[in-house]
């Protein structure tokens, strides 16, 4: 597509999202359409791969606030035909927008027929040449791969220890029938004729000229005359690979953990993109979470809570604990079993939070309630409530 048609492209729609959305706004739109779209829920959809692939190349562009600024402002120069000129230009003169892309040897501001360039070769170059990697007849550049976007479910246990997990990652790579050339076995791509193998041609418009990719290798340089039948010559495959993951110990349900290079393959040269995990973690019957601490709630009876004893608590993955209550232990009262909470990073452990819930037997005969009885006649002449009442009315 020529450069007018692609700044046009609007990526916002493309992700649903406002163009003022922050990049929190435009990831979590992101993982929503990328989950919707996954080549591994739409098997044999060629529709839905497209569409992921379209998602994918508007995330790379808006998730990156350098990239994001430079698509802007780009798409700010060419709204309502920018850079359209009639007869004879600017003046007359003929500009070439190779050296005006390129900041080159052209007028600095102030010059005639300047404004444009900046010495250093700054302006218009700076955007347009980090946002297509290239500047007027100038090959392209690396190009660094796609983030890619993967989620975990992990036990409780596992995510309180770590552990080691498989993940399978889909993403674009070099085809590996033709090794990234597009072209069939046995056969190699010929310098396209046309643009002589920069991937892009000058046209005329008014008195300027315009550089676009080159429509005849869709600004490869290369022409494919016998292309691959795996990826038809595009030299770009969606890829499938299985890897090992370690999940640090302690991680909690939610969390996004980045692995630095384990995304996409580069194109070009280009480093890989990175690996984004999103956890989720499985409830546990017991155990509950606070941070670094785990937490339990344990019953006792009433004789335990009201003369106090010694208790046995359950602990993850370990041995029980033995606690002492001490003789009026209030029903809801947290006690504390330091270093059997969960894995903080400095591999130290968090404690365990014991709450302590006075449990009431739905029936009660027998010499129990005897007991219950006498201790009921024992205890008439205090009333519980006595210090509510004293509050409530000097309130």
Same mark, same amino acid.
């Given at each position: ?6 700044? @046009? ?9 406002? &163009? ?15 989950? @919707? ?6 098997? !044999? ?35 309502? !035909? ?7 230009? %600017? ?14 040897? !052209? ?43 993967? @989620?975990?479910?992990?036990?409780? /246990? ?15 790579? %070099? ?34 000229? /315009? ?92 004789? @335990? ?39 903080? &990073? ?20 027998? &010499? ?21 009442? &004293? ?5």
């Amino acid at each position: 597509m020529s450069t007018k048609d692609y700044v @046009e492209k609007d990526y916002y729609k493309v992700l649903g999202v406002p &163009k003022d959305a922050s990049t929190a706004e435009i990831k979590k739109a992101y993982r929503k359409l990328a989950r @919707e779209f996954h080549p591994d829920a739409n098997k !044999g959809d060629a529709k839905a791969e497209e569409r992921f692939k379209e998602i994918g190349e508007a995330n790379d562009v808006l998730s990156d606030p350098k990239r994001r600024k430079e698509y802007d402002d780009a798409r700010t120069l060419f709204a309502n !035909g920018g850079f359209r000129t009639g007869g004879g230009g %600017a003046g007359g003169f003929g500009f070439d927008f190779g050296d005006l892309f390129g900041g080159g040897t !052209g007028p600095t501001t102030g010059g005639p027929g300047g404004g444009f360039g900046t010495p250093g070769g700054g302006g218009l170059g700076d955007i347009f040449g980090g946002l297509f990697n290239r500047g007027g007849t100038r090959t392209a550049g690396p190009r660094r791969g796609a983030d890619v976007e993967s @989620e975990v479910t992990l036990s409780f /246990l596992e995510a309180v220890n770590g552990a080691t997990v498989p993940l399978r990652m889909t993403s674009q790579a %070099a085809c590996k029938s033709c090794s990234g050339t597009g072209a069939k076995a046995g056969t190699t791509p010929r310098v396209c004729p046309t643009c002589v193998g920069t991937g892009h041609v000058s046209r005329g418009q008014g008195g300027f000229a /315009l550089s676009d990719p080159c429509r005849d290798c869709k600004g490869r340089g290369l022409i494919v005359d016998d292309p691959c039948p795996v990826c038809h010559g595009s030299g770009r495959a969606t890829s499938s690979r299985t890897m090992q993951v370690r999940i640090p110990a302690g991680v909690s349900d939610a969390q996004r953990i980045r692995l630095k290079g384990k995304g996409a393959q580069g194109e070009r040269g280009g480093q890989p993109g990175d690996l984004y995990v999103t956890v989720h973690v499985e409830a546990h019957p017991v155990f509950g979470r606070k941070g670094d601490n785990l937490t339990i709630s344990v019953p006792v009876s009433f004789p @335990e809570a009201a003369l106090g004893g010694t208790i046995k608590v359950p602990t993850l993955g370990g041995p029980p604990v033995t606690l002492k209550l001490p003789p009026g232990t209030a029903n809801g009262r947290t006690m504390r079993a330091r270093g059997k909470g969960a894995v903080r &990073k400095d591999g130290t452990r968090g404690d365990l939070l014991v709450t302590v819930e006075v449990a009431v037997p739905p029936q009660v005969s027998g &010499k129990a309630q005897e007991a219950l009885e006498q201790y009921r006649q024992a205890t008439a002449a205090e009333d519980p409530r006595a210090e509510l009442f &004293k509050l409530a009315e000097g309130a």
